[in-house]
């Protein structure tokens, strides 16, 4: 190839460059518009009002649409649930937690507390349509506890195949919450809980992400992508300063990124609130309801 065959060829190649850029910037500007729902949860103690049906009231009127119940007694709860539900535009999201003892206890006794409890709270989630049960294998305070060895995350994901396959068999899951250093160091982030899911080899193992725990990821967006449409099956949320009412700590309440991340994969299940609240709930909650939908129009 000579000199002036050479720059031919590289004008062409740069004017297909050019076309194909202009092309994709077309495509982009052109793109239909992201339409991933934000599909808002409540737990239990979130909503004002005495009685399941003045909660669930409240919650109606401000378009949410999930309900995550406690896992404590909740095989005498199934009933009471499902009776209140009925007729509405509302589903049980996730359960969150309610076992006894802990799956790394040390004590075979306390580790079989958790089996048992763990097990009739995965059956009667079922019962329930939850996308699954929320939990954490140790919490800091929890002793004696496995040391963190890789045999114990060998054991770990062996416990967790053993509890997603029999959550499967009550069509639903496990999922696992990565928590902050502060409260459970064991598991910290949300890639870390989705590598365990995927090691543990049963597709009832799933993880979630909590925008409070999620002070220990560098970029929520990475978190959440991390875990990806394959593992991420919750994710809660509250104010990301002192775990309020989203909005309560102003400037810091940004999950833009995190959302963006949810919609890019079609995230099809939950964001739960799961916090306290500092201001007046009635005016509050409506606000920090409206913060998440006017930044999830803008992720
Ligand atoms: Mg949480």
Redesign the pocket.
């Known amino acids: 190839m000579n000199r002036k065959e050479f720059l031919q060829t590289s004008l062409m190649g740069a004017a297909a460059v050019a076309a194909t850029t202009t092309g994709a910037g077309l495509l982009t500007s052109c793109a239909p518009k992201n339409n991933t729902p934000l599909r808002i949860s409540f737990q239990e103690g979130t909503a004002p009002g005495k009685t399941l049906e003045e909660k669930f009231d409240y919650m109606e009127n401000l378009g949410i649409v999930g309900f995550e119940p406690g896992g404590w007694n909740l095989a005498n709860r199934v009933n009471e649930f499902q009776q209140a539900l009925s007729g509405r535009n509302i589903k049980i999201s996730a359960i969150c937690a309610g076992f006894s003892g802990f799956l790394l206890a040390e004590d075979p006794a306390v580790k079989a507390q958790f089996d048992s409890t763990m097990r009739d709270i995965i059956a009667a989630a079922g019962e329930l349509g939850s996308t699954g049960v929320i939990m954490v294998p140790v919490f800091n305070h929890q002793k004696p506890c496995l040391p963190h060895t890789l045999e114990t995350r060998q054991y770990l994901c062996e416990q967790m195949y053993e509890l997603g396959e029999y959550a499967l068999k009550h069509n639903t899951t496990v999922i696992l919450?990565p928590l902050n250093r502060r409260e459970a160091h064991y598991m910290r982030q949300v890639a870390d809980a989705a590598a365990i899911a995927r090691d543990s080899k049963s597709a009832g193992v799933k993880c979630m992400g909590?925008f409070?725990?999620m002070s220990e990821e560098t970029s929520d967006y990475a978190a959440l992508m991390a875990a990806g449409s394959k593992y991420l099956q919750h994710v809660?949320i509250a104010s990301r300063g002192t775990r309020q009412m989203p909005g309560e700590n102003g400037e810091l309440d940004n999950y833009v990124d995190g959302f963006r991340a949810l919609k890019e994969m079609n995230y099809p299940y939950y964001v739960s609130f799961?916090c306290g609240c500092a201001g007046e709930r009635e005016v509050v909650l409506p606000a920090a309801v409206e913060l998440m939908r006017n930044q999830w129009e803008m992720a």
Request: aromatic share 16%; glycine share 0%.
């Open positions: 919450e909590d409070w725990h809660h799961e």
